[in-house]
């Protein structure tokens, strides 16, 4: 409710905010409160009901709003949720707009609208059926000749995947659409490939898709059950608007967690891989800033700016599915242009994790590192921006380089950062 008002407070009277959320029971509380806060600030609240996040941001500049939020943890499990901004263009708040919202939680505005001065709310119904349309008009592919299972994860993909797929021809099998409030990311979607796995080769498919709780990510699984991910999906993609000259600047933007395999695979293409932080905030700024148009992680979270403002599992499915059905691969056979080398990512739960860069005798171990692989591996050691936690991935020749690596670098984090292993 603070939240609402808050965001409600700063904005010009009579404006709109739209709300949309993911499947979570918790979304009508959050929902209805913050609706409250915005209407007792004056502002309009357009209810979207469930819906996935990109299309939420779709949706705030083509009602007109003001702003918009988006009631998710995404692919978080089901007891966590949150509440994420948007900018009048569908874009997140940049962070200037987003501490001004924060300052202004603390510190309420003396007085408060009164009387005919409140804002009202109201349900906007058409709002699945409006993106639906839409993503068929940008995405137009001829899906007739492919039999494809689509795990819903239980989320807000349930309500648009499907009728899309169906309606563009897709040979359809649905999993995990059902969300009773509670099931949500709960042993499927995006996370956990496993049903997905078994659905598609049980059934003879030629692939699958999973999709995360809020719809900003995607994976796949070929008909061999094998996994497809975010750096693979963006390879294909990424040479699909190159072929159609589409690709600005020659130019894909990721993360430095993304495969050493995928940046290989754009330079033997021609196509320029530019790095930036782990985080989509971090793609698309980067993006933003080098009029670039497509940039994505390993996750599955991929933003297409030709398409959306934001990440789009099913956009960027649609679109993978498109270039399949132009070139005639099976997705494997696509998929192969990015060859992984082994990678391994560890977790070092510290409480002291802001101390990562004094710590001398981790950055020993990644030198050693770099002294015997050189171009042929890659280690990355971060704090996590969301947990107390020192991340370390290691890229190596073998999987067994990767393991004894992992297990010194990691190692040399816990003795000098680690908090106290229980026993």
Same mark, same amino acid.
């Given at each position: 409710?603070?939240?609402?008002?808050?965001?409600?407070?700063?904005?010009?009277?009579?404006?709109?905010?739209?709300?949309?959320?993911?499947?979570?029971?918790?979304?009508?509380?959050?929902?209805?409160?913050?609706?409250?806060?915005?209407?007792?600030?004056?502002?309009?609240?357009?209810?979207?009901?469930?819906?996935?996040?990109?299309?939420?941001?779709?949706?705030?500049?083509?009602?007109?709003?003001?702003?918009?939020?988006?009631?998710?943890?995404?692919?978080?499990?089901?007891?966590?949720?949150?509440?994420?901004?948007?900018?009048?263009?569908?874009?997140?708040?940049?962070?200037?707009?987003?501490?001004?919202?924060?300052?202004?939680?603390?510190?309420?505005? $003396?007085?408060?609208?009164?009387?005919? %001065? &409140? !804002?009202?709310?109201?349900?906007?119904?058409? /709002?699945?059926? =409006?993106? #639906? @349309?839409?993503?068929?008009?940008?995405?137009?592919?001829?899906?007739?000749?492919?039999?494809?299972?689509?795990?819903?994860?239980?989320?807000?993909?349930?309500?648009?995947?499907?009728?899309?797929?169906?309606?563009?021809?897709?040979?359809?099998?649905?999993?995990?659409?059902?969300?009773?409030?509670?099931?949500?990311?709960?042993?499927?979607?995006?996370?956990?490939?496993?049903?997905?796995?078994?659905?598609?080769?049980?059934?003879?498919?030629?692939?699958?898709?999973?999709?995360?709780?809020?719809?900003?990510?995607?994976?796949?699984?070929?008909?061999?059950?094998?996994?497809?991910?975010? $750096?693979?999906?963006?390879?294909?993609? %990424? &040479? !699909?608007?190159?072929?159609?000259?589409?690709? /600005?600047?020659? =130019?894909? #933007? @990721?993360?430095?967690?993304?495969?050493?395999?995928?940046?290989?695979?754009?330079?033997?293409?021609?196509?320029?891989?530019?790095?930036?932080?782990?985080?989509?905030?971090?793609?698309?700024?980067?993006?933003?800033?080098?009029?670039?148009?497509?940039?994505?992680?390993?996750?599955?979270?991929?933003?297409?700016?030709?398409?959306?403002?934001?990440?789009?599992?099913?956009?960027?499915?649609?679109?993978?599915?498109?270039?399949?059905?132009?070139?005639?691969?099976?997705?494997?056979?696509?998929?192969?242009?990015?060859?992984?080398?082994?990678?391994?990512?560890?977790?070092?739960?510290?409480?002291?994790?802001?101390?990562?860069?004094? %710590?001398?005798?981790?950055?020993?171990?990644?030198?050693?590192?770099?002294?015997?692989?050189?171009?042929?591996?890659?280690?990355?050691?971060?704090?996590?921006?969301?947990?107390?936690?020192?991340?370390?991935?290691?890229?190596?020749?073998?999987?067994?380089?990767?393991?004894?690596?992992?297990?010194?670098?990691?190692?040399?984090?816990?003795?000098?950062?680690?908090?106290?292993?229980?026993?």
């Amino acid at each position: 409710m603070s939240i609402g008002r808050a965001l409600g407070s700063g904005l010009p009277a009579g404006s709109a905010v739209a709300i949309g959320r993911d499947t979570r029971r918790s979304g009508h509380m959050l929902e209805a409160a913050l609706a409250a806060g915005l209407t007792s600030a004056g502002a309009d609240v357009l209810l979207l009901g469930v819906l996935p996040t990109p299309a939420i941001a779709e949706a705030v500049p083509r009602l007109g709003a003001a702003a918009g939020a988006v009631i998710s943890a995404s692919h978080n499990p089901f007891p966590d949720n949150g509440i994420k901004l948007i900018g009048p263009d569908g874009f997140k708040l940049l962070d200037e707009a987003e501490a001004r919202v924060e300052a202004a939680i603390h510190t309420p505005p $003396d007085g408060r609208p009164e009387g005919g %001065a &409140l !804002g009202v709310a109201h349900a906007v119904d058409d /709002a699945v059926e =409006a993106y #639906v @349309t839409s993503m068929i008009e940008r995405h137009a592919p001829d899906l007739s000749g492919l039999s494809i299972v689509a795990d819903c994860a239980n989320g807000a993909t349930a309500v648009t995947a499907p009728e899309v797929l169906r309606r563009l021809g897709a040979r359809l099998t649905v999993i995990h659409a059902e969300p009773d409030g509670v099931n949500i990311n709960a042993d499927c979607g995006s996370t956990h490939l496993g049903s997905l796995q078994r659905a598609v080769t049980e059934g003879g498919h030629d692939l699958g898709l999973a999709f995360d709780g809020d719809g900003d990510r995607v994976l796949a699984v070929d008909r061999a059950g094998a996994v497809v991910d975010g $750096d693979q999906i963006l390879a294909i993609l %990424a &040479l !699909g608007l190159r072929r159609h000259g589409h690709l /600005a600047g020659d =130019a894909v #933007v @990721t993360t430095t967690m993304t495969n050493l395999g995928f940046r290989r695979a754009m330079q033997s293409n021609g196509i320029e891989v530019r790095w930036t932080d782990v985080g989509d905030r971090y793609v698309l700024e980067e993006m933003r800033s080098g009029g670039y148009v497509l940039g994505g992680e390993q996750s599955g979270h991929l933003i297409n700016l030709r398409s959306g403002p934001t990440g789009d599992g099913l956009g960027a499915a649609l679109m993978l599915l498109g270039a399949l059905v132009e070139t005639g691969e099976d997705l494997s056979v696509a998929a192969a242009v990015v060859q992984r080398l082994p990678q391994k990512l560890v977790g070092v739960r510290s409480s002291r994790k802001s101390e990562l860069a004094d %710590a001398d005798e981790v950055w020993e171990e990644v030198r050693a590192f770099e002294t015997e692989f050189g171009d042929d591996g890659r280690v990355v050691v971060r704090a996590s921006g969301t947990e107390p936690l020192i991340r370390v991935m290691v890229e190596a020749p073998t999987t067994e380089d990767c393991d004894r690596w992992c297990e010194r670098i990691a190692g040399a984090a816990q003795r000098r950062l680690g908090d106290p292993v229980s026993t």
